[in-house]
């Protein structure tokens, strides 16, 4: 469908990027905006994304000795107070309960009874998980103690997007407390490194591990690890943040243990999550003008079978054959459980069906039809592909036993995609003085510029004010600067990522 | 450790019930009390109980049809204008949120910018997940519509108990619309036999299904279903609802249906719900005067392993066969996965480890010794038991072998168990008329009755007011009233429930 071909959604992303972000969510029914401010309603399409991400994060967190638990929403604004660096970011998009009540009264339903001290819905959980270290913890027996929990949390937002940026989202937040600086921020690293495997093993999407600027550090942490990936409109998205936070939390909270020769010492914490916003990121670094194209792993509906059925006697046979199929199929495996096919049998026209699969990214499609019984085959088209190539097994079997690779190899077309894209229009400058430049020029998509950095607090705040740009991360390890740069000063120089950014 | 043998919980279950009940659930390490106003922190083990718990519905939801979602955290004000009686049952316990931002002012920080309208945290989502509804549901193409929702939702609660009664809990809720009344109520019923089937296959917790009178049903509701169960201390716990709601609430909220013939119709939907109070019923059905007793298939885990080691030579060897058992015996499956087992490789005393399985109510116990080595035999312990019988295996794979049906004789057992407290306790009284003098009597445990029920909302009023009772359900199915029953009048009407309940 690429060329002059009709494309599924309008507008382009070329046309207009956020636009069309929009529009294939809308078409592929995976979310809409509620009607509360800033929410949305996340459908069940969507959700499935969601569900798969929690499942393969568990596995993760079980093999690391990592526990979900489950601590309240509210805070009392009281702990709030204690920790007034990591509260000021938090501040300005809190939702505070006040009232307990409602009543009737003339105009409708009002607010009652005044609380007796007014409540925050967590913004995170910093603040109430790290109370209950400092009861649990006693002694470095406790120690290391590593807690997850899946979430709501609420920050008002007032230019909301759907997945990116809402005033309610879903997220983990792990939360951990150690014995030592050095344990503690090797949890940090780890669980970066957990992400980086999600982002690339499992959503397909190619990374940049690296660290925050003090300037755009998370409030109170001692390093904040961060990946940054590019969307398609050449923006960086933070898909996730790991802490160090050193002693900073311990000591607001009084999380402090003995050691082994009853020393009373604070402990070192981390804190690390990741949100519903990797959805949003899967859509922009994957879709394409026909809708959304999602990676096999993370895909709700891994293969959908398509009857053509045209209203003739050999319908039955067509239904037979793609029951079978289905039949056939779902005994099969790939990646953590078996492979998740559907059938579908709505009423509706075969063709119809195919574009709704095309639009909701299912990575592969099987369309059958009467002459293919009659020429024995099964045709197969995989949504990674623009062109509607097909590809025919001669049986269910032989289809069956490649499914696992085919879908392996789909997964591994769209990493080499987005590696591409990044390779194509990453811009790499030889000195920080060309950022100005770069970023002065409008266009798409936006610029993403790696260059070498020593940070510099001025120059942040210049270039976010003046074009609206940040510094992504500070890389961990350096990359290659372009060959035809006339003045290569990487090798003794950190490199940073500056770029426009969700 | 029945008898005069020591118990590891005081107070015992005779002495004081609602002290008991708090004290296992801090043994277990389950959950304790957030410093949130009627907030809960439910603890790794006990949230392993809600994750078991949403893993078993999920399958069955799946099976059914039904579809995970997610709703937003808050409701409009304005929303809950439209149902005048659903919203009176909540306008007494729900959680407002006023304001948007927290300014610091010199007594610390204050509630900032107030919303335009206030906003209420989600009692339940009857009126957000119906305002989506009315604009997904056009055609009878779109019926049925079947979502369910894993979520948090907040009712005000002046005495808090964990897991019964919290301001905050977890649930998941299911709401479905159709095109028929009979559908369903028909979809109502069949969810709440999902239910039962829950309770009792995988709680090991015998159950009553019935109805609720009117005076008890859901505001708006039609018929609301219920299943009730007697706990150790005589009082009855409603373990889930099911609602039909006729066309109550799609009136209120416009889901209406074009059907075949173009007609506009109202769709008939349901609702039904689960929580964290489960939890709560296992712990009062099962647990004795040493802890908690979990049945197999909830038990966070099911197996522990224990090496009794001396600080001898010998130690050695007796953890290197632990941890060839766990080897063993983690390969092995029982209900929907392998057997959840673990080594206590704690540095603690045996018998403390073996004490502390014991109060976290895990069904099986394996405390291997040097002395078991040189015998050849593996000591197995089963939690259902009040003595400390040991059953003898001889080898690793024998027991594998053996423990799953072993895992199943538990489960049995405790139901067994459960069945025979209900048919000790629960009175049966041949005529309405003995309720006042039954209830009357105080004692321990509560009184917990069946007599045949004609609704009469003034007789309701007057056992709810001077005893404390009300009628729990009337039931689907009469059971045989007692033969010693001068006056046996069950055949021709329908039983109800009569019980003190949580």
């Known amino acids: 469908m690429a060329g002059n071909e009709k494309t599924a959604v309008q507008p382009t992303r070329m046309q207009d990027f956020p636009a069309w972000y929009q529009e294939v969510i809308r078409v592929a029914d995976l979310a809409e905006h509620a009607p509360v401010r800033g929410c949305m309603i996340i459908k069940p399409y969507g959700y499935a994304l969601w569900e798969n991400t929690r499942n393969w994060f568990d596995k993760e967190f079980q093999k690391r000795g990592v526990q979900n638990a489950y601590f309240p929403l509210f805070i009392p604004l009281s702990f709030l107070q204690r920790e007034a660096e990591h509260v000021a970011g938090f501040a300005k998009e809190v939702a505070v309960v006040t009232h307990s009540r409602l009543v009737m009264s003339e105009g409708g339903l009002v607010p009652a009874d005044p609380l007796e001290e ?97 300037s755009e550090k998370f409030p109170g942490a001692e390093t904040t690890y961060t990946l940054e990936a590019i969307m398609q409109d050449g923006k960086a998205l933070q898909l996730c943040t790991s802490h160090y936070m050193g002693t900073n939390f311990a000591q607001a909270q009084s999380i402090r243990f003995q050691d082994a020769d009853e020393n009373l010492s604070f402990a070192h914490t981390t804190s690390w999550g990741l949100t519903t916003r990797t959805i949003g990121a899967a859509i922009m670094v994957h879709g394409d003008d026909n809708g959304v194209r999602f990676p096999p792993k993370i895909a709700p509906i891994q293969v959908m079978i398509i009857p053509f059925l045209l209203g003739k006697e050999e319908d039955g046979a067509v239904l037979d054959a793609a029951r079978a199929l289905l039949q056939v199929l779902s005994g099969t495996s790939y990646f953590e459980g078996p492979v998740r096919v559907r059938l579908d049998e709505r009423e509706m026209r075969a063709g119809d069906k195919s574009w709704d699969a095309v639009k909701k990214g299912i990575p592969i499609r099987i369309e059958v039809g009467a002459r293919d019984l009659q020429e024995k085959r099964i045709p197969v088209y995989l949504r990674n592909r623009e062109k509607r190539d097909v590809i025919y097994f001669p049986d269910n079997e032989t289809l069956a036993g490649k499914l696992s690779s085919l879908l392996e190899e789909i997964h591994a077309d769209l990493y080499q995609r987005a590696v591409s894209y990044r390779e194509k229009y990453a811009v790499i400058a030889s000195d920080v003085s060309d950022i100005e430049q770069i970023f002065k020029v409008e266009g798409f998509p936006n610029p993403f510029v790696l260059a070498p950095y020593k940070e510099d607090r001025n120059f942040e705040e210049v270039i976010r004010t003046q074009f609206g740009v940040t510094i992504r991360c500070i890389l961990h390890k350096n990359l290659p600067l372009s060959l035809n740069s006339t003045n290569n000063r990487s090798g003794d120089r950190e490199q940073a990522i500056f770029a426009r950014s969700y």
């Open 118 to 214: 007014p409540l925050i819905v967590r913004p995170t959980s910093e603040m109430i998980i790290g109370d209950s270290f400092a009861k649990w913890i006693q002694s470095h027996r406790d120690l290391p103690l590593k807690i997850n929990q899946w979430a709501n949390v609420v920050r008002w937002e007032m230019r909301p997007r759907l997945f990116l940026r809402t005033s309610e989202f879903l997220w983990q937040e792990g939360h951990t407390a150690h014995a030592s600086g050095d344990e503690a921020r090797a949890t940090a690293l780890e669980m970066l490194e957990v992400y980086r495997e999600f982002a690339e093993e499992v959503l397909a999407i190619p990374v940049f591990a690296g660290r925050k600027t003090e």
